[in-house]
């Protein structure tokens, strides 16, 4: 498709992240949340209609919980990192994937969560695997790119619609293998006709949300938001471990839905400790114990899936969607 480079608002943009930490962050936040509270209410008041909850729109599935960035924001980064180690085991994986498969699921699928997918090394035979057997999915790899080669990107690439890339920095300039990265698939579009190869430029030391009230430089333990959330309504989160968590802000995996090693995922995608959680989610955070200092809104695909469903194209299948756009 293409490969394009972005960087949110430019140097003012960076500028603001870099010198005003805090007041960016809060700036861009109160917007979001304001621009979306229509939408979201449009997406929970579907969803609860329904006597059987819709698919989730997005299936973040984590096959090793470790990074090898040292991002400020994050939990995970490998220098504030307290999760025991855990790498998903391979029948459990094909087992969930399958489940998807059996299940009909057209939604976005990624292998990623709070950590470096391309650490395990069985990423890019998983990604074969659930392209052949999710067709018609939306499959998407996140990656911070400091291990990613040319290479990589040409095997992994016939299995992804998209590979997003940030370049964590802090000097607004790509890292030598991800500029390598850029220019070769600028100069070899036909190569990567069927992928859109999206470079983000990320300021390491940004403020942005303060995930659950936990990110090392945004914590909150006093402020209580009141603003709803989508993750309940739109997301699974599953950890290595097999555990299903309520959403990619339970950076150390304290939250249990349910446990796939056991439960199969659609049981506990319409289970009713899930029921519970939506029923209190839908009229604020403040209603749910974890969520209630969480100030986290993603501006990723979810948004454009909601308005998919909302403006009645949800029988297009998330892959043939957002090639229309």
Not at 103 to 130: A, S, V
């Amino acid at each position: 498709m293409s490969v394009k480079l972005h960087n949110f608002m430019g140097r003012f943009g960076w500028e603001m992240q870099k010198r005003f930490p805090m007041l960016s962050s809060n700036m861009y936040l109160k917007l979001q949340f304001a621009s979306r509270a229509k939408s979201q209410k449009g997406y929970i008041d579907y969803f609860m209609s329904k006597e059987e909850p819709p698919q989730p729109l997005i299936v973040n599935l984590e096959t090793i919980n470790r990074c090898n960035s040292t991002c400020a924001f994050c939990t995970a980064n490998k220098n504030a990192e307290k999760r025991p180690y855990c790498r998903m085991e391979d029948d459990l994986f094909y087992s969930i994937i399958d489940q998807l498969a059996d299940w009909g699921y057209k939604g976005h699928l990624t292998l990623y969560g709070n950590n470096e997918p391309l650490l395990d090394t069985r990423i890019i035979e998983f990604h074969k695997y659930c392209r052949e057997k999710l067709p018609e999915a939306f499959l998407f790899m996140s990656t911070n790119g400091l291990i990613l080669t040319i290479d990589k990107v040409k095997e992994v690439a016939p299995y992804v619609d998209q590979l997003i890339i940030n370049n964590y920095c802090m000097d607004m300039k790509l890292h030598k293998n991800v500029e390598e990265i850029y220019e070769y698939a600028k100069a070899h579009p036909e190569e990567f006709k069927d992928v859109e190869i999206l470079i983000q430029m990320r300021y390491m030391e940004a403020v942005l949300t303060n995930r659950a009230g936990s990110a090392p430089n945004k914590k909150n333990e006093t402020k209580i938001i009141t603003e709803t959330c989508l993750m309940p309504f739109t997301d699974v989160f599953i950890f290595p471990d097999g555990r299903m968590g309520i959403c990619c802000c339970d950076n150390f995996e304290v939250t249990n839905m349910a446990d796939l090693k056991t439960v199969p995922i659609k049981e506990a995608w319409n289970s009713d400790a899930y029921k519970q959680l939506r029923e209190k989610i839908k009229d604020g955070r403040q209603n749910w114990p974890f969520c209630k200092y969480c100030d986290f809104i993603d501006a990723g695909l979810r948004m454009d899936a909601v308005a998919d469903i909302l403006a009645g194209r949800e029988m297009h299948g998330a892959r043939q969607s957002l090639r229309r756009k």
